[in-house]
């Protein structure tokens, strides 16, 4: 009896000891734009297992890529006295939503994190207990229009189906109004460009001389595979090979759009993989495990990585910080870049599965 006694004592002191959990309605509440887009989709995966690991519970909430229901569910966090808020904001470049947000966290002394897209400095400094984590989104796009001239200077002849000398293309926007949408179009064609004529070629040409903007958005903002999927599909019935204008090239600024374009081209005959087939150089950004894998059958070119397990460790480990009331960046990984006090930067790199 004194031994099984001691056991029991032994157990409950094992357990006092032990840091407690949180309760399960959530210490954390994380608001995504929208649980579809597959990049954020990867990115929810890998905070969820690191919050997870940091002991810390949370409740993640889907706005379905509308801002007034996200600001509806923040604002009912902090009524409930969440300890932290982790924000994917869905409208960027609105200031006037971002201080709203900032407000409701600092008048209740909420710690609050944005992430992914992206915020504007003064807002985000406007609060000493905020911080963003993300990229330097200009960056997606010089790396990827680098890829892409690269790629373009070494396949010149092979990429240019009609011989006319000069390279079609068409360009996929995520969102019109989207800060890094905007980024990837321009900056992805100007370096691309750049490596061309440094090559003696001439600059790319949008396929459709009378679309001005020279790029085709998803309507939705959704950055879907959907929207380029018909988009691809209605342009191959009037610019193909046939006629002498086939779409040389597909720039797409995700790896979703990326996908839907490749499923519309197969259906045309081409990026089969299989040895024969006319293939379509493809090229997106976010290094999603489909693009992966359509990258390695030769049914894709290339993208550039944005690193969702790093988004989630820098992430889960300010969370950590600033429910314990260690410094912020405290045991942060040494890879990530840190400007000044108010962003966390995670780097890019290019995939081309090689």
């Not at 092979?158 to 969102?175: E, H, P, W």
């Not at 995700?254 to 839907?260: E, F, I, K």
Request: hydrophobic share 40%; charged share 15%.
């Amino acid at each position: 009896m004194k031994k099984l006694l001691a056991l029991v004592m032994a157990v409950m002191m094992i357990a006092c000891a032990m840091p407690a959990m949180a309760e399960s309605t959530g210490d954390a509440y994380v608001f995504w734009y929208t649980f579809s887009d597959v990049y954020l989709s990867s990115v929810r995966e890998a905070l969820d297992s690191a919050l997870e690991t940091a002991g810390i519970t949370y409740v993640d909430q889907d706005a379905n890529a509308t801002q007034t229901t996200q600001t509806d569910q923040i604002s009912s966090a902090v009524a409930s006295g969440a300890s932290i808020l982790i924000v994917n904001q869905c409208e960027t470049g609105a200031d006037g939503i971002t201080q709203n947000i900032v407000d409701m966290a600092s008048a209740a002394g909420i710690p609050l994190i944005f992430f992914n897209r992206s915020v504007s400095q003064e807002i985000v400094e406007s609060y000493d207990n905020c911080v963003f984590v993300g990229t330097n989104y200009e960056e997606a796009g010089i790396m990827q229009g680098q890829m892409i001239g690269e790629y373009l200077v070494e396949n010149y002849d092979a990429v240019d189906l009609n011989g006319d000398g000069v390279i079609s293309y068409v360009m996929f926007k995520g969102d019109e109004s989207n800060q890094e949408a905007i980024a990837r179009t321009e900056y992805s064609v100007q370096y691309a460009n750049e490596a061309l004529v440094a090559a003696g070629h001439p600059e790319l040409s949008f396929y459709d001389a009378s679309n001005e903007a020279g790029y085709l958005v998803d309507q939705n903002g959704t950055w879907s595979n959907t929207a380029s999927f018909e988009y691809m599909t209605t342009i191959m019935a009037q610019y193909n090979e046939a006629n002498g204008n086939m779409v040389e090239l597909v720039i797409a600024n995700n790896d979703d759009m990326a996908y839907g374009a490749v499923m519309a081209l197969q259906n045309g005959g081409y990026n089969l993989g299989d040895g024969e087939s006319t293939t379509i150089p493809v090229f997106g950004v976010d290094a999603t495990d489909t693009a992966k894998e359509l990258i390695a059958a030769g049914q894709m070119t290339g993208t550039i990585a944005q690193d969702a397990e790093g988004m989630a460790d820098a992430i889960s480990t300010i969370a950590s910080n600033m429910l314990s009331g260690a410094e912020m960046f405290e045991n942060l990984n040494e890879a990530y870049v840190l400007e000044g006090d108010w962003k966390v930067a995670i780097p890019y790199s290019v995939y081309t599965g090689e």
